[in-house]
């Protein structure tokens, strides 16, 4: 296989019909993966046929109906994180998941973190051997540490990506709000408004592609962001 194909691949998704999995999927497809996507409903499973994607209703919490949905993909790129409930919920979705891939045999799994699990994001230096927080697994910060915990512990190769703040169209938070509240009236910013650790989605879908072709045998973790210095200023600016 060539490298950065994923021809004769079968990938699994789920939070494939998010703001990163609606952008990963044209992509996988292009690399010319056989794709599946793990839907909660059934309500998005047309448009998915029709663009080339395969998809399966089952519940991740459920571990049976994950090793079935699961059956057959070699690889699994874990998106899912519900901002609704707390960390707690998301944890027993995650152990669910994690049961079927592994009944399933699945072979490599690359899973969506963030750089939030470090204790001294956002204000300090971070790399990936930096110190993890000690949040709570009922939050956010602290279910995404957990989940870390528990992919390298397993004998399965995983890819743990941790982004930075990611935006782009489509963005709830870092692109849809800021510019409703500019049109509303304005952003006040401190002065110097400090630099913001930004990544496009564009370049996450890059980054998350070549995880699931990449080299790792054993279970690696990759900070990403953007190459560019951006002020908060120029986001909002822009």
């Given at each position: 296989?060539?490298?950065?194909?994923?021809?004769?691949?079968?990938?699994?998704?789920t939070g494939?019909?998010g703001?990163?999995?609606?952008?990963?999927?044209?992509?996988?497809?292009?690399a010319?993966?056989?794709?599946?996507?793990?839907?909660?409903?059934g309500?998005?499973?047309?448009g998915?046929r029709?663009?080339?994607?395969?998809?399966?209703?089952?519940?991740?919490?459920?571990a049976?109906?994950?090793?079935?949905a699961?059956?057959?993909?070699?690889t699994?790129i874990?998106?899912?994180?519900?901002?609704?409930?707390?960390?707690?919920?998301?944890?027993?979705?995650?152990?669910?998941?994690?049961?079927?891939?592994?009944?399933?045999?699945?072979?490599?799994?690359?899973?969506?973190?963030?750089?939030?699990?470090?204790?001294?994001w956002?204000?300090?230096?971070?790399?990936?051997s930096?110190?993890?927080s000690?949040?709570s697994?009922?939050?956010?910060?602290g279910?995404?540490?957990?989940?870390?915990?528990?992919l390298?512990?397993?004998?399965?190769?995983?890819v743990?990506?941790?982004?930075?703040i990611?935006?782009?169209?489509?963005?709830?938070?870092?692109?849809?709000?800021?510019?409703?509240?500019l049109?509303?009236?304005?952003?006040?910013?401190p002065?110097p408004?400090?630099?913001?650790?930004l990544?496009?989605?564009?370049d996450?879908?890059t980054a998350?592609?070549?995880?699931?072709?990449s080299?790792?045998?054993?279970c690696?973790?990759?900070?990403?962001s953007?190459?560019?210095r951006?002020?908060?200023?120029?986001?909002?600016?822009?």
């Open positions: 296989m060539a490298e950065g194909s994923m021809t004769g691949r079968r990938v699994a998704v494939a019909t703001f990163v999995g609606a952008r990963l999927l044209p992509s996988l497809l292009a010319g993966a056989d794709v599946t996507a793990i839907l909660r409903t309500h998005e499973a047309g998915l029709r663009s080339g994607v395969h998809s399966v209703v089952a519940h991740l919490h459920d049976a109906a994950m090793s079935r699961l059956a057959g993909s070699d699994l874990n998106l899912a994180y519900d901002v609704r409930a707390g960390g707690e919920e998301n944890l027993r979705a995650f152990d669910g998941l994690i049961a079927g891939a592994r009944a399933a045999g699945v072979g490599r799994i690359v899973h969506l973190s963030s750089a939030v699990v470090y204790r001294d956002p204000s300090g230096r971070i790399d990936e930096s110190a993890l000690g949040d697994t009922a939050t956010y910060r279910a995404k540490v957990e989940m870390e915990k528990q390298e512990s397993l004998r399965i190769p995983c743990i990506l941790q982004p930075t990611v935006w782009g169209a489509g963005s709830a938070l870092w692109t849809e709000a800021p510019m409703r509240r049109r509303s009236g304005g952003i006040v910013l002065n408004t400090g630099n913001a650790p990544v496009h989605v564009n996450l879908v998350i592609c070549s995880a699931v072709t080299a790792t045998i054993s690696e973790k990759v900070l990403i953007g190459d560019e951006v002020s908060w200023g120029d986001l909002f600016e822009g």
